[in-house]
């Protein structure tokens, strides 16, 4: 993670259980994620949850002929109780990522998939959730 998201890392996001149908990743509340109002910086949940969503993409992917690009187009986010704590990002998407992989692949076209990811504290409260819109296209084999 520290080659290919520097940010994250510095942050302390950590991915805590991936399977090819979910995936949690936590952020911790420590100085270097915290902003001035004593709650985790909304730059570092939204790293949380985007990389939750993101990695199940990445695991659908993975060693996939023909390859297929993803790429964020939309995220939005709800921000409902100040996060004090570590937050879990938890998305269950996978099985949908899935279909929308192989949707792109099958009709040689774009889709999209829009996947939710719920961020809790440890006693369970949701603090936010993302919706982080991918985008799939089967890469061309242009020499």
């Known amino acids: ?5 520097p940010s994250a890392f510095f942050c302390g996001v950590r991915v805590v259980d991936a399977d090819e149908n979910k995936c949690a990743v936590k952020v911790p509340y420590k100085w270097f994620s915290q902003n001035p109002f004593k709650s985790t910086y909304f730059a570092c949940l939204s790293m949380a949850a985007e990389m939750s969503t993101g990695l199940l993409c990445l695991m659908h992917l993975h060693k996939r002929q023909p390859a297929v690009s993803m790429l964020v187009v939309k995220i939005e986010g709800n921000f409902i109780k100040k996060a004090t704590d570590i937050t879990v990002f938890t998305c269950k998407d996978g099985h949908a990522i899935k279909k929308t992989i192989e949707d792109a692949i099958a009709s040689n076209e774009g889709k999209i998939i ?3 990811s719920y961020g809790r504290n440890p006693a ?3 603090v936010a959730e993302f919706a982080v819109t991918w985008s799939f296209k089967v ?3 242009i020499n």
């Not at 993670?1 to 998201?5: I, R």
Request: no cysteine.
């Open 1 to 5: 993670m520290l080659s290919k998201l």
């Open 114 to 116: 829009t996947s939710r």
């Open 124 to 126: 369970g409260e949701i």
């Open 139 to 141: 890469k061309s084999n």
